[in-house]
């Protein structure tokens, strides 16, 4: 019963996410374009995997910048130079896992799509 409750909430912060976070929507379809192209192109299962975790980790990463987004406003809702700190930090993390997603996406996808 636990475990049952503790996964929904864990849903509920991922659905909150979704809704309210702009970045999460493009990643989404980002991840979704990606699928229908390693559908597409066929790609082996160790380049599907690769797929997966990059995806998990964008989105990983942009849960994180939400929930941290979300304490800083809570113990900082006036302007502090650690509170620019925190979300500036946790933003170059999504940065970071973007950057690299679009490097795996140009390595799975580019000559395939030139053929
Ligand atoms: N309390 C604060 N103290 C200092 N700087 C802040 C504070 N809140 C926000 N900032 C600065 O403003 C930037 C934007 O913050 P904001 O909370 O609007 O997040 P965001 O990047 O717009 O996120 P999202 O669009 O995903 O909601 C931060 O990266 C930070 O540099």
């Known amino acids: 019963m636990q475990i049952i409750m503790a996964f929904r909430y864990a849903i509920a912060g991922i659905i909150y996410c979704v809704r309210s976070q702009r970045h999460m929507k493009v990643h989404l379809l980002a991840a979704l374009g990606s699928l229908g192209l390693a559908w597409r192109f066929e790609l082996s299962g160790i380049e599907l995997g690769v797929l997966f975790l990059t995806i998990a980790g964008v989105i990983t990463a ?20 650690l509170a620019k700190i925190a979300k500036d930090a946790a933003a170059g993390a999504v ?12 390595v799975l996808f580019w000559d395939k799509m030139l053929k």
């Open 62 to 81: 942009e849960v994180f910048n939400t929930a941290l987004e979300a304490l800083v406003d809570k113990v900082s809702p006036e302007f502090h130079p």
């Open 95 to 106: 940065l970071i896992q973007a950057v690299a997603a679009l490097g795996v996406g140009y």
